[in-house]
C-alpha cells in the first residue's frame, strides 16, 4: 500500500540519528520556552528560526515543527498550574485544569493533557498522512487563477476566525500584503518602497519583522503593569497518573476533541483555538454532571486539549499540499521554507518525499517524545516557572538579537526589529492582531505573482477568476464569509465566543 | 461623535489611511502602473493601498460611532530601554565585536524593567555574553568577529 510505503519512507528519515536528535532539541526547547511566563508559541519560533538555518532543510523543518509543539504543550502546563495559558488554545485547559491543580490533582491535569495530546497527536498525524498526497494531486492542477483565489479565501477567512474587529483584521493583512511587496520587483527589477535604502532590495527581513511585531510588542506589552510575582500551586503535585475512574472519563472527550480538533486545524485562522473552545462547550453539554465543569472536571481538560493538538497537527495540511499558511505559526513555517530555498506547495511532496514524509512522521516521534520526557520532567518545568519576567526578557532580547544578525550578517535586518517592534506594540495598543500581518506578508508577493501570471494567461481580462469553475467557486467562498461576517447576528455571535475563549 | 466616539478605533483608522496614503502615493508617483494585462511593478500596490484607504477609513467612521473603551497605560520605560538594544548591537557588532556589542544590548534591554537591580543587571549581562559566544561562537561557529577593531585588542 502507497500509504505505508510512504509512511516508511518518512520514518527511515525521521529516525535518522541527527533527525532525532533536532527533533528532540525542538520539543526540549519548545516545551522550555512555552512554560517561560510571557512567549506564547509564535514568538518562540520566531526568535528560534535563525537557529535552524544553518541545519538540513528537513532537520530543521522537523526541529521546528518540535518547538511547535512543544511550545503548545508547554503553555498547557503552564495553563494548569498557574492558571496563565501560554497562548489563548490552552485558554480553555486553564479553566479546569487549574481547578483540578488547586484541588491537590496538578499531576493526573498534567498526564490527562499529555495524553489527551499524544492520542489526538497520532490520529492527527495518521489524517495528515492520508489527506496530503490526495489534496496535493489536486493542487497540482492549480493555476495560477485558482492560488490567487485560493489564497484570497484563505487570507479572509483567517480573518474572520482572528479575535477582535473584522475590519481591522482585514486592514492588517491588506498591510502585510503591501510590506510584503517591499523590494525589488521581480518582473521589471524596479526598487519598490526601498525610500532609498539598497538593504531593503531583497525585501524587509521576514526573521526581523517576525520577532519584532511577536517578540518585542509582547515583551512591551507585558512590562505595562507592574509583573506580578507567579506563585505556584501546590507544593506536591499530587499523583501523576490519573486513575481508572479518570482515565474512563477522559476517553469519550479525547476522541470528541480529536475529531473536532481535526476537522477545524484545517481551516485558516485561530482552527487550534476554535476548536479547543468548541469541544469544551460540547463536553459540558454532553456531560451528565455539567457542574462540575469549572469545577475541575476531567474532561473539560482531556477534550479542549486533544481538540488544540489535533487542530495544531492538522493545520500542516494547507501548508504541506498547498503552501499556504493556516496561522502565523505556519506562516514562520513558509518563510524558514523560503529561506532553506524549499518552494512550499505541491511539488514538495512529489520532488522532495523524504522531506514531505519525514516531516508528517517526526511529528508523531515528537509527541511520543513529549509525553516520555514531560511526566518525568514536570518539576523541572515548575521550578522554571518560578522565573521572574524581569531576568527573562533581556535573555530573549539578547538572542533575537544574535538570530536576527545571524540570518544574513545585516545590521539593518537589527533596525528592522526595533522599527517592527515599535509598530508591533502600537498595533497592540490600537487593539490590532498581529497575526494577521503576518499572514499577509508571507502571501504577498506569491498573491501578486499569481495575479500577474493569471491576468497575462486571461490576456487582461479579469473574469478569468470567474470562468474557471475552481477559481470562481473559491470567489464565491470568500464572499460568502465576507456577507456572514458582516452580519450582526454573527458579530455579535463571533465576540461572544471570544471573549469566553479568552 | 458628541457622545460616543472610541480614539483608539480612530487612531487605528488613521494610522491605515497614512499607510495606505504612502504606499498608494509612492506607486503612482514613482513606480509604473501598466495595464491590467501587462501589470508594472506599481499595479498590485496600487490596488492593495486603495483597499487598505477605503478600509482605513471605514474604521474611522465605525469609530465615530462606538462607545470608547478604556485605555492602558503605555510602557514608556520599555520602549526607552528595550528598543534601542537591537540598534545597540547592530552599531557595535563590527566595531567592537560580538563579545562587547551582546554585553552592552543585554545591559541595555535589562533596565527596561523597574524591577532590575543594577547589579542583577551586570550579572545578567554577563551570564548571557559568556553563555551566548560559547553556544554561538564556538560551538555553533557562526562568523562572527568576537572582538573588533575598534578595540585594541
Same mark, same amino acid.
Given at each position: 500500500?502507497?500509504?505505508?510505503?510512504?509512511?516508511?519512507?518518512?520514518?527511515?528519515?525521521?529516525?535518522?540519528?541527527?533527525?532525532?536528535?533536532?527533533?528532540?532539541?525542538?520539543?526540549?526547547?519548545?516545551?522550555?520556552?512555552?512554560?517561560?511566563?510571557?512567549?506564547?508559541?509564535?514568538?518562540?519560533?520566531?526568535m528560534?528560526?535563525?537557529?535552524?538555518?544553518?541545519?538540513? @532543510?528537513?532537520? !530543521?523543518?522537523?526541529?521546528?515543527?518540535?518547538? =511547535? =509543539?512543544?511550545?503548545?504543550?508547554?503553555?498547557?502546563?503552564?495553563?494548569?498550574?498557574?492558571?496563565? @495559558?501560554g497562548?489563548?488554545?490552552?485558554?480553555?485547559?486553564?479553566?479546569?485544569? =487549574?481547578?483540578?491543580?488547586?484541588?491537590?490533582k496538578?499531576?493526573t491535569?498534567?498526564?490527562?493533557?499529555?495524553?489527551?495530546?499524544?492520542f489526538a497527536?497520532?490520529?492527527?498525524?495518521?489524517?495528515?498522512?492520508?489527506?496530503?498526497?490526495?489534496?496535493?494531486?489536486?493542487?497540482?492542477?492549480?493555476?495560477?487563477?485558482?492560488?490567487?483565489?485560493?489564497?484570497?479565501?484563505?487570507?479572509? !477567512?483567517?480573518?474572520a476566525?482572528?479575535?477582535? !474587529?473584522?475590519?481591522?483584521?482585514?486592514?492588517?493583512?491588506?498591510?502585510?500584503?503591501?510590506?510584503?511587496?517591499?523590494?525589488? #520587483?521581480? =518582473?521589471?527589477? #524596479?526598487?519598490?518602497?526601498?525610500?532609498?535604502?539598497?538593504?531593503?532590495?531583497?525585501?524587509?527581513?521576514?526573521?526581523?519583522?517576525?520577532?519584532?511585531v511577536?517578540?518585542?510588542?509582547?515583551i512591551?506589552r507585558?512590562?505595562?503593569?507592574?509583573?506580578?510575582?507567579?506563585?505556584?500551586? +501546590?507544593?506536591?503535585?499530587?499523583?501523576?497518573?490519573?486513575?481508572?475512574?479518570?482515565?474512563?472519563?477522559?476517553?469519550?472527550?479525547?476522541?470528541?476533541?480529536?475529531?473536532?480538533?481535526?476537522?477545524?486545524?484545517?481551516?485558516?485562522?485561530?482552527?487550534?483555538?476554535?476548536?479547543?473552545? *468548541?469541544?469544551?462547550t460540547?463536553?459540558?453539554?454532553?456531560?451528565k454532571?455539567?457542574?462540575?465543569?469549572?469545577?475541575?472536571a476531567?474532561?473539560?481538560?482531556?477534550?479542549?486539549e486533544?481538540?488544540?493538538?489535533?487542530?495544531?497537527?492538522?493545520?500542516?495540511?494547507?501548508?504541506?499540499?498547498?503552501?499556504? @499558511?493556516?496561522?502565523?505559526?505556519?506562516?514562520?513555517?513558509?518563510?524558514?521554507?523560503?529561506?532553506?530555498?524549499?518552494? @512550499?506547495?505541491?511539488?514538495?511532496?512529489?520532488?522532495?518525499?523524504?522531506?514531505?514524509?519525514?516531516?508528517?512522521?517526526?511529528m508523531?516521534?515528537?509527541?511520543?517524545?513529549?509525553?516520555?520526557?514531560?511526566?518525568?520532567l514536570?518539576?523541572?518545568?515548575?521550578?522554571?516557572?518560578?522565573?521572574?519576567?524581569?531576568?527573562?526578557?533581556?535573555?530573549?532580547?539578547?538572542?533575537?538579537?544574535? +538570530?536576527?544578525?545571524?540570518?544574513?550578517g545585516?545590521?539593518?535586518?537589527?533596525f528592522?526589529v526595533?522599527?517592527?517592534?515599535?509598530?508591533g506594540?502600537?498595533?497592540?495598543?490600537?487593539?490590532?492582531?498581529?497575526?494577521?500581518?503576518?499572514?499577509?506578508?508571507?502571501?504577498?508577493?506569491?498573491?501578486?505573482?499569481?495575479?500577474r501570471?493569471?491576468m497575462?494567461l486571461?490576456?487582461g481580462?479579469?473574469?478569468?477568476?470567474?470562468?474557471?469553475?475552481?477559481?470562481?467557486?473559491?470567489?464565491?467562498?470568500?464572499v460568502?464569509?465576507?456577507a456572514?461576517?458582516?452580519?450582526?447576528?454573527?458579530?455579535?455571535?463571533?465576540?461572544e465566543?471570544?471573549?469566553?475563549g479568552d | 461623535?458628541?457622545?460616543?466616539?472610541?480614539?483608539?478605533?480612530?487612531l487605528?483608522?488613521?494610522?491605515?489611511?497614512?499607510?495606505?496614503?504612502?504606499?498608494?502615493?509612492? !506607486?503612482?508617483?514613482?513606480?509604473?502602473?501598466?495595464?491590467?494585462?501587462?501589470?508594472?511593478? *506599481?499595479?498590485?500596490?496600487?490596488?492593495?493601498?486603495?483597499?487598505?484607504?477605503?478600509?482605513?477609513?471605514?474604521?474611522?467612521?465605525?469609530?465615530?460611532?462606538?462607545?470608547?473603551?478604556?485605555v492602558t497605560?503605555?510602557?514608556?520605560?520599555?520602549?526607552?530601554?528595550l528598543?534601542?538594544a537591537?540598534?545597540?548591537?547592530?552599531l557595535?557588532?563590527? *566595531?567592537?565585536?560580538?563579545?562587547?556589542?551582546?554585553?552592552?544590548?543585554?545591559?541595555?534591554?535589562?533596565?527596561?524593567?523597574?524591577?532590575?537591580?543594577?547589579?542583577q543587571?551586570?550579572?545578567?549581562?554577563?551570564?548571557?555574553?559568556v553563555?551566548?559566544?560559547?553556544?554561538?561562537?564556538?560551538?555553533l *561557529?557562526?562568523?562572527?568577529?568576537r572582538f573588533?577593531?575598534?578595540?585594541?585588542?
Amino acid at each position: 500500500m502507497d500509504l505505508l510505503s510512504n509512511l516508511g519512507l518518512g520514518f527511515a528519515t525521521a529516525a535518522s540519528p541527527e533527525n532525532l536528535l533536532f527533533c528532540l532539541i525542538g520539543v526540549i526547547l519548545g516545551t522550555l520556552i512555552g512554560v517561560l511566563p510571557g512567549i506564547g508559541a509564535t514568538a518562540t519560533i520566531a526568535m528560534l528560526l535563525p537557529i535552524t538555518f544553518e541545519l538540513e @532543510p528537513v532537520s !530543521s523543518l522537523i526541529m521546528l515543527a518540535g518547538i =511547535y =509543539y512543544g511550545a503548545q504543550y508547554g503553555g498547557s502546563t503552564t495553563a494548569i498550574l498557574i492558571n496563565m @495559558p501560554g497562548e489563548s488554545s490552552s485558554a480553555v485547559t486553564a479553566i479546569d485544569g =487549574y481547578q483540578m491543580a488547586r484541588r491537590g490533582k496538578a499531576g493526573t491535569a498534567l498526564a490527562v493533557a499529555a495524553l489527551g495530546s499524544f492520542f489526538a497527536g497520532t490520529v492527527a498525524t495518521v489524517l495528515v498522512a492520508l489527506f496530503a498526497p490526495p489534496l496535493t494531486a489536486i493542487a497540482l492542477e492549480f493555476g495560477a487563477a485558482e492560488y490567487f483565489s485560493l489564497m484570497v479565501l484563505g487570507l479572509v !477567512s483567517a480573518v474572520a476566525l482572528a479575535h477582535g !474587529s473584522f475590519l481591522k483584521a482585514l486592514a492588517m493583512v491588506v498591510l502585510g500584503l503591501l510590506l510584503g511587496l517591499v523590494g525589488t #520587483d521581480i =518582473y521589471t527589477g #524596479d526598487p519598490r518602497f526601498t525610500l532609498g535604502r539598497p538593504e531593503l532590495a531583497d525585501g524587509l527581513s521576514f526573521v526581523g519583522l517576525a520577532v519584532g511585531v511577536f517578540g518585542i510588542a509582547e515583551i512591551l506589552r507585558n512590562l505595562e503593569g507592574g509583573e506580578a510575582d507567579r506563585t505556584v500551586l +501546590g507544593q506536591s503535585l499530587g499523583g501523576l497518573w490519573p486513575s481508572r475512574e479518570d482515565l474512563k472519563r477522559m476517553v469519550a472527550p479525547m476522541l470528541r476533541g480529536t475529531i473536532l480538533g481535526s476537522a477545524l486545524g484545517i481551516l485558516p485562522g485561530g482552527g487550534a483555538v476554535l476548536a479547543s473552545f *468548541g469541544s469544551y462547550t460540547i463536553e459540558k453539554r454532553l456531560s451528565k454532571t455539567p457542574e462540575e465543569f469549572g469545577r475541575g472536571a476531567v474532561a473539560g481538560v482531556a477534550g479542549p486539549e486533544s481538540a488544540n493538538n489535533a487542530g495544531a497537527q492538522t493545520s500542516f495540511i494547507p501548508l504541506l499540499t498547498l503552501g499556504i @499558511p493556516a496561522n502565523p505559526v505556519m506562516a514562520l513555517m513558509v518563510g524558514a521554507m523560503i529561506i532553506q530555498g524549499i518552494v @512550499p506547495g505541491p511539488n514538495v511532496a512529489t520532488e522532495q518525499p523524504d522531506l514531505f514524509w519525514g516531516i508528517i512522521t517526526s511529528m508523531w516521534i515528537g509527541n511520543l517524545m513529549l509525553i516520555v520526557l514531560n511526566l518525568p520532567l514536570i518539576g523541572i518545568w515548575v521550578k522554571l516557572l518560578k522565573v521572574p519576567y524581569h531576568l527573562l526578557f533581556p535573555i530573549i532580547i539578547a538572542f533575537s538579537s544574535i +538570530g536576527v544578525y545571524s540570518v544574513k550578517g545585516n545590521v539593518f535586518d537589527l533596525f528592522t526589529v526595533a522599527f517592527f517592534g515599535l509598530l508591533g506594540y502600537a498595533f497592540l495598543k490600537l487593539r490590532c492582531e498581529p497575526a494577521p500581518l503576518l499572514l499577509g506578508f508571507v502571501l504577498g508577493p506569491l498573491l501578486e505573482e499569481n495575479l500577474r501570471r493569471a491576468m497575462i494567461l486571461g490576456r487582461g481580462d479579469p473574469s478569468v477568476f470567474l470562468t474557471r469553475p475552481i477559481s470562481a467557486s473559491l470567489l464565491v467562498l470568500t464572499v460568502m464569509v465576507i456577507a456572514v461576517m458582516l452580519l450582526p447576528r454573527v458579530r455579535r455571535k463571533r465576540e461572544e465566543v471570544f471573549v469566553e475563549g479568552d | 461623535m458628541r457622545k460616543s466616539f472610541d480614539p483608539t478605533d480612530a487612531l487605528a483608522g488613521i494610522v491605515f489611511i497614512a499607510f495606505g496614503l504612502f504606499f498608494g502615493l509612492s !506607486s503612482l508617483l514613482r513606480l509604473d502602473i501598466g495595464t491590467a494585462f501587462r501589470m508594472g511593478p *506599481g499595479y498590485a500596490p496600487l490596488v492593495l493601498a486603495s483597499v487598505l484607504l477605503l478600509l482605513g477609513v471605514l474604521i474611522l467612521l465605525s469609530a465615530l460611532r462606538t462607545a470608547p473603551e478604556p485605555v492602558t497605560a503605555l510602557a514608556w520605560r520599555g520602549m526607552l530601554f528595550l528598543l534601542p538594544a537591537p540598534i545597540l548591537f547592530g552599531l557595535t557588532v563590527r *566595531g567592537l565585536g560580538f563579545v562587547p556589542a551582546i554585553f552592552l544590548a543585554t545591559l541595555l534591554a535589562a533596565f527596561a524593567s523597574p524591577r532590575m537591580r543594577p547589579w542583577q543587571a551586570v550579572v545578567l549581562a554577563l551570564a548571557v555574553t559568556v553563555f551566548s559566544t560559547l553556544v554561538f561562537s564556538y560551538a555553533l *561557529g557562526l562568523p562572527f568577529r568576537r572582538f573588533g577593531p575598534w578595540l585594541p585588542v
